[in-house]
């Protein structure tokens, strides 16, 4: 059964720094489109960076701050979250999807398309 696992997250200081993982089980990493979303009772689900193999995109907000990889061999992607800051609060899922689907800030995310991860609370304190 194909699922993702994620770990990872918790509580940081702003200015600190956190990392999440998320492990590929029973499909291959570099087949598909991994996305981070978070969410937040404010803005709902948003996708912050996005990787497949060599591509990676981010959005705005936290470009120079958050650096997304792949390790092929551990069938993961991690996002290094640095310089937090408490609007960084939220929910953080890992989400596979077969094409890049999500490209601008605002595209509205789909709970219902692709493989999703648990998701994890990050907690940023001031």
């Known amino acids: 059964e194909a699922q993702l696992v994620q770990s990872g997250g918790g509580l940081a200081q702003a200015g600190g720094s956190l990392r999440l993982s998320c492990l590929f089980s029973?499909?291959?990493?570099?087949?598909?489109?991994t996305y981070w979303v978070r969410e937040t009772p404010g803005e709902g689900l948003k996708w912050v960076s996005v990787?497949?193999?060599?591509?990676?995109d981010y959005i705005d907000s936290v470009k120079g701050r958050f650096t997304i990889s792949s390790d092929s061999a551990k069938n993961t992607v991690y996002l290094q979250m640095n310089s937090l800051k408490p609007e960084d609060t939220a929910v953080y899922y890992c989400?596979?999807?077969?094409?890049?689907?999500?490209?601008?800030?605002?595209?509205?995310?789909?709970?219902?398309?692709?493989?999703w991860g648990q998701g994890t609370q990050v907690t940023v304190s001031s």
């Open positions: 029973g499909f291959n990493v570099d087949y598909y489109w």
């Open positions: 989400v596979a999807l077969g094409a890049r689907t999500y490209n601008d800030e605002q595209d509205r995310i789909d709970r219902d398309f692709g493989y």
């Open positions: 990787i497949k193999t060599d591509t990676t």
